[in-house]
C-alpha cells in the first residue's frame, strides 16, 4: 500500500514537472503572438481594441499560468507542503506571479509590449530557478508551519507586481532614450540588457556543463586550517585555497583563491562573465547594432505617459502586498518561530531596504519631476534591489534564510 | 500675517493659495500659473506660511518631504552596510567580537569592528536616523493633513472659472438646447459610477473616493504607532528574554518570572526524516543532503510556585499543565512564551569505573559517578574506597603550575583525580583519569580505575520571552496596513460640470492614475453634446514642479 502511494506521488512530481515545462513553453508562444500583435496593430485605429493576435497571445498566456499552477498543487500535494520552500520553488512562483501581476495589468491597460517583456523576464526566473536542484525537499523544523506558504507566497507575489514596474520601466526608456546616441543613459540602458544577457549566459554555461556531466574534486583548506573537498560542476579557472585536483584529467587551475573567498561561487561567477560576454558580442556583431537599438521596433506605439502610469500603479498595487507579506507576516511568523518578531538577519534587513526604498519612490512620485523617465530608472533600482535579495542574500551573505539555498 | 478674505465671501486662513470655497488664486504667483498644484488644494500649510522662530525653522525643516526622502535613504543605505558581515548577536557567543572579526574577516573584519557597523542597528547614530524618520512623519502629516481636511470640506459646488480653467483636464464650449438634458444624463451616469454628486445653481460636482486621500495619514499614524511600541520595549518589565537549558528530568525555576514559574523537563525528543517511513519524494533530497531534522520538541510540565514558599524548594509546586514545546509551538502561560530553540543530544550523565588490581585485572568493585553530583568518597567495602579528591567537567589541560583546569561546568571532557585506598594501601594512591588518558602523578600504582562504561541524557534549549509591547506592534501595522491600502487602492476623483456665461465648462481632478479618470469620463460623456476634457499636460510637459 504505501509502495503504491509512493509511486502515485513519484507520478504526480513527474506530471508536475510537466506541466512547469508545458507552462514555460506556452509564455515562450505567448511571446512571440504579442510581437505579432504589435507588428498587426500598425495602421490600426486607436480604439479598435485588441487584434486577433493579441487575443490569442493573452489566451495563451492565460493557459501558461494555468499549466504552471497546475504545477503548484500537484507539487504542493506530493510534497505535503507549499512548493515554495527552496531556491528552485521560490524563484518559479515568484516567476509565475510575475505574469500573473501581467495578466491583470494587461487587462487594465491592454499592452501587448507589456506582455514581451514581462513574459521574458518571467521565463529568465524560470530557467534561472531550474540551475536549481528541484528535488522536493524535507521541511526542518522551524518552516514547519501555515505561515509558509501565508508568508512566503504573500512576499513573493507583492515583489512580482513591483517588478512588473520594471519590466514598464525598462519599455520607458527604450522608447524614451536615443539608444544610437552617447551618453550615460544610452551607456546603462544597454548595461541593463547585456545583464539581461549574462542571466542567459549563465544558464547556458550551468546547462552546457551539467549536460556534460562535468566534476572535478578538490581538496582545499578552508579558513580555519580544516581540510575540505569542493565539487567543481565548471572546469576550475580558480582553484579553492590551497586546492588539489583529485579527479583524473580535469582542468587544473593556474591560481587558487585565498580561504576567505568562495572560489567555487567565483568560478561560475568568471564562466558567466566569459559565456554572456561572448553571446552579447556575438549577437551585436550579427545585428551590427546595439541590442537596445535592436528593441527598439518594439517599443515605437508605446504611449509614455501610459506606461508611466502602467510603473507607477505596479508599485501602488504591490508596495501593500509586499509590505504585509514581507514585513508584517514575515514577523508575526518570526515571532513564533524564531522567538523575535525582528532579528536584523539580512534577509529581514533587505526586505526593511526594499520597503524603504519603494517608500520613496512613492513620495518622489509626489513631485512631477520624477515622473517619466527617472521613475523608470528607479524602477531599475528596486527591482536590482529585488534580484539581490533573492540571490545574493540567499547565497552569498550567510543567515537564517540561507537554507533556502 | 492675517487671514484672507476671498470675493466670494469665504475667510481662508493666512497662507491660503487658492480659495478653499471657490478655488480662486490668492496669490500673485498662483495667479500667473497655467495650471494649478492640486497636491494639497492651496491650502495654507504653516510651514509654506511662517518662518520666523527657531520652531518654525525646525518645523519647516521636518515638514518637507524631501528631507523625509534623504531620511529614508540615508536609512537603507546605512541598513544595508549592516549585512556585509554577520551582526554581533551571530557569530558564536563565547568569542570576543575584537578577536572574531579581524581573524575571520581580516582588515575589513577589524574595520568592521571599529566602526561599530558589527552592532550597527542599535548604534546611537542609526537609532538617531529611525527617530528623524519618526519626527519627519508626524510633521510632515500634521502640515498637510489640517489644511488638506479644511480644504476638502469647505469647498463648494460652484468654483471660480480661473480655477477649473488650472486644472489638468479642462475643456470649455458653447452650450446647446441639448445641454440641460445631457447634464442630466450625465448626472444620472455618475451616479451609477457612485459617485457623489452636489448641485449649486445648475453647477455640479462629483466626487468620490475622497477618504483616499486619508490613507497616507492613517498609515503614518500606525508606523508612528509602531515605533513607539518599538520604543516601549526599553521600559522595565515590558519585555524579558531569558535562556533556558533543563535536561531531562531536570527541574529548574524559569528566568525572568520572578521566581514564580518552574518548568520540568520530562523528556526531549529529537527526529530526522526517515526515507523509509516519510515521503519517499525527499528520497532524492535526502540522499543529497544527509540527515534532515524533522522535529524536535520538549515534554514538559509547569508549575507555580506560591509567593510564600522559599526560593529552591520544589516541594509545594503547584502544577499547572503539562504540554510539548515544539518549534513553532512555544507554551504560553501569563504573558510569558518559552519557545523551543536548540538541543543537545547525547550529554555525558554518568561514567562508570571499575577498581582494579593490575597485576591481575581483579575488579574489587565498580564506582559510577553521577557528573552532575559527584560524591566525595565511593565505599566500596572490604577496605576497599575511592577518594575524588579532585573532578574537572570540562578539562581541558594543565596549568603551568601542574594544576587540571576545566573550561566549564558541563561535563564536556570530564577528567578525575581519584584517591584508591585499599587494604594495601590505607592512605591510597593517586590516579588521574580522564577519557583515553591515565597519569599516575606520585609514581606508579598498584591499583588502577578503568573506564567501563558511560550514560548520556537529552537536554534542550528554550528561550522564556515576554513582550508587553506586541500588541501595540500589532495596533500600529494594522492601522498602517489600512491605511497603506486606503491610500494605494482607492483615487479621489472629482469632476465639475458648470455653466458660465453661455458656456459649458468642465474639469476634472484626480490624486493618481490619470489614465483611469480619462476613461471613466470617456464612458461618462459618451454620445453627449459634452465634449471630453483635454489633458493640458499633453501641452506643456515642461511644467515640473519641485519637491518641497
Request: aromatic share 12%; charged share 20%; hydrophobic share 45%.
Amino acid at each position: 500500500m504505501a509502495k503504491k502511494v509512493g509511486k502515485q506521488m513519484k507520478d504526480l512530481v513527474q506530471l508536475s514537472g510537466n506541466l512547469l515545462e508545458t507552462a514555460f513553453i506556452l509564455y515562450l508562444v505567448a511571446t512571440l503572438f504579442f510581437g505579432g500583435g504589435i507588428r498587426e496593430n500598425r495602421g490600426r485605429d486607436k480604439n479598435a481594441g485588441p487584434n486577433r493576435w493579441s487575443k490569442i497571445a493573452i489566451f495563451i498566456t492565460i493557459l501558461g499560468f494555468l499549466s504552471q499552477v497546475g504545477y503548484f498543487i500537484l507539487r504542493w500535494i506530493a510534497g505535503g507542503h507549499a512548493p515554495v520552500s527552496n531556491m528552485f520553488e521560490f524563484t518559479t512562483f515568484f516567476g509565475m506571479m510575475l505574469v500573473g501581476a501581467f495578466i491583470i495589468i494587461y487587462f487594465m491597460y491592454k499592452l501587448n509590449t507589456l506582455g514581451i517583456f514581462a513574459l521574458v523576464v518571467s521565463m529568465l526566473l524560470i530557467a534561472y530557478a531550474s540551475m536549481f536542484p528541484s528535488d522536493i525537499s524535507p521541511l526542518i523544523p522551524s518552516l514547519n508551519s501555515h505561515w509558509l506558504y501565508i508568508h512566503v507566497t504573500t512576499a513573493a507575489i507583492g515583489q512580482a507586481i513591483l517588478s512588473l514596474s520594471f519590466v514598464a520601466g525598462v519599455i520607458y526608456l527604450l522608447k524614451s532614450i536615443d539608444t544610437e546616441a552617447k551618453g550615460k543613459r544610452s551607456f546603462w540602458l544597454e548595461a541593463i540588457m547585456y545583464t539581461l544577457i549574462l542571466a542567459v549566459g549563465f544558464m547556458f554555461v550551468t546547462t552546457a556543463f551539467s549536460v556534460a556531466d562535468y566534476k572535478a574534486d578538490f581538496n582545499w583548506i578552508d579558513k580555519d586550517g580544516k581540510e575540505r573537498v569542493a565539487s567543481y560542476a565548471m572546469p576550475a579557472l580558480v582553484g579553492p585555497h590551497e586546492g588539489e585536483l583529485i579527479t583524473q584529467n580535469k582542468l587544473n587551475p593556474k591560481i587558487n583563491m585565498p580561504a576567505i573567498i568562495d572560489a567555487k561561487r567565483l568560478n561560475s561567477v568568471i564562466w558567466t562573465l566569459i559565456t554572456g560576454t561572448i553571446l552579447y558580442w556575438v549577437i551585436r556583431l550579427i545585428f551590427r547594432k546595439r541590442i537596445s537599438t535592436l528593441l527598439k521596433p518594439l517599443v515605437k506605439k508605446v504611449n509614455l505617459d501610459l506606461i508611466d502610469e502602467v510603473g507607477y500603479r505596479s508599485v501602488l498595487i504591490g508596495f501593500p502586498v509586499f509590505a504585509l507579506g514581507g514585513l508584517i507576516f514575515a514577523m508575526i511568523w518570526a515571532q513564533i518561530a524564531w522567538t523575535r518578531f525582528w532579528g536584523w538577519d539580512p534577509k529581514e534587513v533587505w526586505a526593511l531596504i526594499t520597503f524603504l526604498f519603494y517608500a520613496a519612490f512613492l513620495h518622489l512620485r509626489l513631485s512631477r519631476g520624477w515622473h517619466g523617465e527617472k521613475s523608470a530608472w528607479l524602477a531599475v533600482i528596486g527591482f536590482a534591489i529585488i534580484m539581490f535579495n533573492l540571490i545574493a542574500v540567499n547565497l552569498v551573505l550567510a543567515g537564517l534564510h540561507s537554507y533556502a539555498a | 500675517m492675517k487671514e484672507v478674505k476671498c470675493e466670494c465671501g469665504h475667510v481662508n486662513p493666512p497662507g491660503t493659495i487658492l480659495c478653499e470655497a471657490c478655488g480662486l488664486a490668492l496669490t500673485e504667483e498662483a495667479q500667473k500659473e497655467t495650471l494649478h498644484d492640486m497636491r494639497y488644494e492651496g491650502s495654507a500649510r504653516r510651514s509654506q506660511t511662517y518662518n520666523k522662530s527657531i520652531i518654525d525653522k525646525i518645523w519647516n525643516f521636518f515638514s518637507s518631504v524631501k528631507v523625509g526622502i534623504w531620511l529614508i535613504v540615508i536609512t537603507l543605505t546605512a541598513s544595508s552596510l549592516g549585512t556585509l558581515l554577520p551582526q554581533v548577536m551571530y557569530i558564536p557567543r563565547n568569542v570576543d567580537p575584537a578577536t572574531y572579526y579581524s581573524d575571520q574577516y581580516g582588515i575589513f573584519g577589524t574595520l568592521y569592528y571599529i566602526l561599530g557597523f558589527h552592532d550597527l542597528y542599535s548604534s546611537w547614530w542609526y537609532l538617531l536616523l529611525i527617530a528623524s524618520i519618526g519626527v519627519s512623519l508626524v510633521i510632515c502629516s500634521i502640515d498637510r493633513f489640517v489644511p488638506l481636511y479644511r480644504a476638502l470640506k469647505n469647498q463648494r459646488v460652484s468654483r471660480h472659472e480661473g480655477f477649473l480653467k488650472r486644472q489638468r483636464l479642462y475643456k470649455r464650449v458653447e452650450a446647446t438646447s441639448q445641454t440641460n438634458q445631457d447634464f442630466e444624463l450625465v448626472k444620472q451616469r455618475l451616479k451609477e459610477k457612485r459617485y457623489n454628486i452636489r448641485e449649486d445653481d445648475g453647477n455640479l460636482l462629483a466626487e468620490k473616493g475622497r477618504f483616499s486621500r486619508w490613507g497616507p495619514y492613517v498609515n503614518h499614524i500606525g508606523l508612528i504607532i509602531f515605533l513607539i511600541g518599538g520604543m516601549l520595549r526599553f521600559v522595565p518589565g515590558m519585555y524579558v528574554d531569558e535562556e533556558l537549558w533543563l535536561r531531562d528530568g531536570e527541574i529548574k525555576t524559569i528566568p525572568g518570572t520572578n521566581k514564580q514559574y518552574v518548568l520540568e523537563n520530562k523528556k526531549f525528543t529529537m527526529e530526522l526524516y526517515d526515507k523509509e517511513k516519510d515521503k519517499q519524494v525527499y528520497g532524492a533530497a535526502l540522499d543529497r543532503v544527509g540527515n534532515v531534522v524533522k522535529s524536535f520538541n520538549s515534554d514538559v510540565v509547569l508549575y507555580e510556585r506560591s509567593p510564600d514558599t522559599t526560593i529552591g524548594d520544589n516541594d509545594n509546586l503547584t502544577k499547572i499543565k503539562e504540554a510539548v514545546i515544539r518549534v513553532n509551538e512555544p507554551l504560553k502561560f501569563d504573558n510569558y512564551a518559552v519557545y523551543q530553540i536548540d538541543y543537545k543530544l547525547d550529554e555525558f550523565k554518568t561514567m562508570t569505573f571499575n577498581f582494579l588490581k593490575k597485576a591481575n585485572e581483579e575488579i574489587k568493585g565498580e564506582v559510577t559517578i553521577d557528573l552532575f553530583d559527584p560524591q566525595e568518597e565511593y565505599d566500596l567495602g572490604k577496605g576497599y574506597k575511592v577518594e575524588l579528591l579532585g573532578y574537572y567537567p570540562d578539562f581541558s589541560g594543565f596549568a603551568e603550575n601542574g594544576e587540571p583546569q576545566t573550561d566549564s561546568q558541563t561535563p564536556n571532557n570530564p577528567a578525575f583525580l581519584f584517591n584508591m585506598i585499599s587494604p594495601e594501601h590505607p592512605d591510597g594512591e593517586k590516579s588521574f583519569t580522564a577519557i583515553r588518558q591515565t597519569l599516575e602523578p606520585l609514581g606508579e600504582t598498584e591499583y588502577k580505575m578503568t573506564f567501563k562504561g558511560i550514560t548520556t541524557q537529552n537536554a534542550t534549549a528554550l528561550i522564556v520571552r515576554k513582550d508587553l509591547t506586541l500588541w501595540i506592534l500589532g495596533i500600529g501595522g494594522a492601522i498602517f496596513m489600512l491605511g497603506v491600502i486606503q491610500g494605494s487602492y482607492w483615487n479621489h476623483r472629482r469632476i465639475w460640470l458648470q455653466r458660465i456665461k453661455g458656456d459649458v465648462l468642465i474639469a476634472a481632478h484626480t490624486n493618481k492614475n490619470w489614465y483611469g479618470l480619462k476613461r471613466e469620463i470617456e464612458m461618462l460623456l459618451k454620445n453627449t453634446t459634452i465634449p471630453e476634457p483635454e489633458d493640458q499636460n499633453d501641452k506643456k510637459s515642461d511644467n515640473n514642479e519641485k519637491i518641497e
